[in-house]
């Protein structure tokens, strides 16, 4: 499995601006797919951003226009700029990464709250 670290969370005002990040022990490169998802108390885990094949990208609708998902190849990280946050988006946070021979591996998550 690939490791991944995740870092970034805290509490954050609504309205307000947060960067979370996921360090992967192998290279992104080789990674055929890597991103976010999150699980608030008592829902199940969500897609929130994602790079797929060919550097696409999806992105949960709740958060379209206000969260963007980027990428340091050379420091094997990928990153989640989470704008205009509303309340709603308070989850752990889990960086996931899907590589072909190795499957599918989670980081421990990262607590984001959103609250005035």
């Known amino acids: 499995q690939v490791q991944l670290v995740e870092s970034g969370g805290g509490l954050v005002q609504p309205g307000g601006s947060l960067r979370l990040s996921c360090v992967a022990s192998?290279?992104?490169?080789?990674?055929?797919?890597m991103g976010w998802y999150r699980q608030a108390p008592g829902k199940q885990r969500e897609l929130v951003a994602v790079?797929?094949?060919?550097?696409?990208?999806n992105y949960a609708d709740s958060v379209k226009g206000r969260f963007t998902i980027s990428r340091d190849n050379f420091k094997n990280t990928v990153y989640l700029q989470m704008n205009s946050v509303k309340p709603e988006d308070t989850a752990v946070y889990y960086c996931?990464?899907?590589?072909?021979?190795?499957?599918?591996?989670w980081g421990q998550g990262t607590q984001v709250t959103v609250s005035p």
């Open positions: 790079f797929g094949s060919g550097s696409s990208t």
């Open positions: 996931n990464a899907f590589k072909y021979g190795l499957g599918e591996s």
């Open positions: 192998a290279s992104i490169f080789t990674i055929n797919r």
